[in-house]
């Protein structure tokens, strides 16, 4: 058992029954609740991989350059917001359509809000060990969409220089002079 101060001990001897139920009541919460986003949230997040135009092949790359998620759009894929100890996840998403990437997205987890609980209820252990470590002071959004709009309905192109002389005249009737 830990030797509490005399102090304290006097202070609840003299406390009435109702005082020391809330006291009981506080001291259990601050210890049970000392890691708020870490109780609340998961540091895992099943996240929706989006593109438009939808259909296309993706991957997604962490930090460390490992795919850790694969599919065609639009699909779910579970991924971690613990980058490290006080640093969030970071991922890069690529859509492709026949092996060529039509569009790039990065992605980082940002603060959990329940991460913030820790202040009000007391908890440093839970807002600079518990949280950080287990990644749950982060998360990572519910969609991530990759715009490729730009570029997925872009065919091969092709350029024919010909002579003025070769033309029909119905060619020559849409030619615009300079």
């Not at 506080?26 to 997040?45: K, P, Y």
């Not at 990065?106 to 809000?113: C, D, P, R, T, W």
Request: glycine fraction near 10%; charged fraction near 15%.
């Amino acid at each position: 058992m830990i030797p509490l101060p005399v102090t304290l001990l006097s202070r609840i001897h003299t406390m009435s029954i109702p005082a020391k139920i809330l006291a009981a009541g506080v001291a259990s919460c601050s210890v049970l609740l000392s890691s708020c986003a870490t109780i609340i949230t998961q540091a895992s997040r099943d996240v929706s991989i989006q593109s438009n135009p939808s259909g296309l092949s993706f991957t997604v790359v962490n930090s460390d350059g490992e795919t850790v998620g694969a599919g065609m759009t639009p699909q779910t894929v579970r991924l971690s917001a613990r980058g490290g100890y006080f640093k969030p996840a970071k991922y890069t998403v690529q859509v492709k359509r026949s092996g060529k990437v039509l569009g790039t997205h990065q992605v980082s987890a940002g603060i959990n809000g329940w991460y913030f609980g820790n202040i009000l209820i007391g908890g440093l252990v839970g807002m600079l060990i518990v949280d950080p470590l287990t990644g749950a002071m982060y998360r990572m959004p519910k969609t991530i969409t990759v715009d490729a709009t730009s570029l997925a309905g872009e065919g091969p192109r092709s350029l024919t220089i010909a002579s003025i002389e070769t033309l029909s005249p119905e060619q020559r009737a849409t030619l615009v002079r300079l």
